[in-house]
């Protein structure tokens, strides 16, 4: 019983620091943020942190990696076997998962430190990780149109490599523009008009 709630305790630490973190990069930015900082900020000492997170580099990887979207996690959090036949559907969906997700206040906060307040340095590359971010999901967006277009559900003359180039070029673009604007409009209703309407385009009408 001990270890287990030592255990928690541990996880509840972390965490505490990873919310720190995130309020001191969104005030200061990443590079003008210290450990030191970030500790006072969460009621604790620099040990603290350095017992969880190896130094800043991996601190901001971990705070990163609680709002990661790969997109093929997101259907495949619709566990919805059907859609296998149905590849433009399950873009839709998976990237209706993604917006509603992002309109929580962590994932925007986190991706707004990514873009916005986050210089390359050290072991921090946000270009770098921006791009691989980029090509994961066109890489399975380029999945399920090549899923689309063997069921003969893309427009012939398009072809499945241009579909995924495009789409992930309106859903950066999108993405991008929002985060500079998020509290004029909500990406989820947006972002439902442009995806719909992208693969209505896309789509191989009967």
């Known amino acids: 019983m001990m270890a287990r709630k030592t255990k928690a305790e541990a996880a509840a630490t972390r965490e505490a620091l990873l919310d720190a973190a995130e309020n001191m990069f969104i005030e200061h930015g990443v590079a003008r943020t210290s450990l030191d900082q970030i500790a006072r900020h969460a009621g604790m000492t620099r040990g603290a942190v350095y017992w969880h997170f190896k130094n800043k580099a991996d601190l901001f990887h971990a705070m990163l990696q609680r709002v990661r979207l790969p997109f093929e996690d997101l259907v495949e959090e619709l566990d919805d076997p059907t859609l296998d036949q149905k590849p433009l559907e399950a873009i839709r969906l998976a990237c ?15 991706h707004s430190i990514l873009l916005h307040h986050c210089e390359t340095f050290g072991d921090i590359d946000p270009l770098s990780m921006q791009n691989e971010m980029a090509e994961d999901t066109c890489s399975a967006l380029l999945k399920y149109f090549n899923m689309a277009a063997k069921l003969d559900q893309l427009r012939p003359c398009l072809a499945p490599d241009i ?9 950066g673009g999108l993405f991008h523009d929002w985060l500079r604007n ?17 693969l209505a385009l896309m789509q191989h009408a009967p």
């Open 163 to 171: 579909a995924a180039q495009i789409m992930q070029a309106m859903l």
């Open 182 to 198: 998020h509290e004029h409009y909500s990406i989820y209703r947006e972002g439902a008009r442009l995806v719909e309407t992208q």
């Open 96 to 110: 209706m998962s993604g917006f509603l997700r992002l309109e929580q206040p962590r994932y925007r906060r986190v």
